[in-house]
């Protein structure tokens, strides 16, 4: 059944799978702290690709739109264990930092990165569709507004300080409910599209995608159990390391497929695959947590620290200016990737 997949491929899922199991191998082998966090780091990576590929090859039986609606969703798998289990074990800095580190991972690195490669390619200037940038925009801001809201009321102690959990369930809620409908009306939109003819059977998809799953749940157990020892023994934060290593490991995918493609010039479907994962980590991801997060014994809130808060607003602002015009240029890409920099040196001295 293999046989379908390129030798790329093939050696790709090889190598995927004989990460997992070393990671396998030193958690329960009795392997060190430090070398069982940094193994699961690249196996999360690893598996994202898996979950990544095993989701485009499924969606290609229903068009382009749904596709990267489902990449995405799928893709933020390793997101959503990383943090539950995170939250299941009392690392609350970790689970805020780990989605922080998404969000920012993928609209100024990612998204720098691919205008980079895109007005390379273009000679010049990339171009793409306006709608999905500025639907982003919006539903980034929204999730900001609420985000923003409950931080000033922490800060200032007032009465509804003492409500934070009660406040975050409900614009949790609400965010959803607006994913929802943003979701519904731009898929019906896009109905239509050209369609691809599937490479991929769909029973070795779909069995990719199970293992794929079940092997992302594994490691991101075994990454969340070794990683107090771990930082403590590396000297670094668990800010950074939810902002910086699990962003960027989480978010290998988006990195790699969403460069790729600006540099073939596909600018629409490389915009597509970075923007989605913003809008579903913001106002689905982020949300379905704080409720998840209602069963366990630690809470997760829209609470987050003032100089983040800040962070978060002005990556929207300066996410919407450089796409809001359907073009962007070499230097925008730098100036976002240079924003992430700025944004992890400081994580690292917190």
Known sequence: MLACLTTRERVLLGVVGLIVVTTAALEYGGGSDVAIFLVAALALAGVAWVVSFSTEAVGERFGPALTGVLQSTLGNLPELFVVLF????????????????????????????????????????????????????????????????LGFSDQAGDRASQHQVEISAIGAVVLLAVYGVWLFFYLRDAEG???????????????????????????????????????????????????????????????????????????????????????????????????????????????????????????AISVWQTTQDGEAAAFEGLALVGFYVILAVLTFYE
């Not at 599209?193 to 199970?210: I, K, M, N, Y």
């Not at 092997?215 to 670094?236: C, N, R």
């Not at 808060?309 to 002005?314: D, E, G, H, P």
């Open 86 to 149: 995170a939250l299941s074990a009392g690392e609350l800095v970790v689970a805020q930092y780990s989605i922080l580190g998404s969000l920012f991972a993928n609209a100024l690195l990612v998204l720098g990165l691919v205008i980079l490669a895109g007005s390379r390619a273009a000679g010049g200037t990339m171009r793409f569709g306006r709608r999905l940038p500025n639907d982003t925009a919006t539903l980034l801001l929204l999730a900001i507004f609420i985000i923003s809201l």
């Open 193 to 315: 599209g050209e369609q691809v003819t599937p490479r991929v059977p769909l029973r070795l998809s779909v069995g990719l995608l199970a293992v794929a799953g079940v092997a992302a749940a594994f490691v991101s157990d075994w990454f969340v159990g070794s990683l107090g020892p771990a930082i403590e023994s590396l000297g670094i934060s668990e800010e950074f390391t939810g902002l910086v290593i699990v962003g960027i490991a989480g978010n290998a995918v988006e990195n790699v497929v969403g460069v790729v493609l600006a540099h073939k010039g596909q600018n629409d479907l490389a915009i597509s695959v970075v923007k989605n994962s913003v809008a579903q980590i913001a106002v689905f991801l982020f949300p379905l947590l704080v409720l998840l997060s209602l069963f366990l014994e630690t809470r997760l809130t829209f609470v987050l620290p003032t100089v983040y808060i800040a962070a978060l607003f002005l990556m």
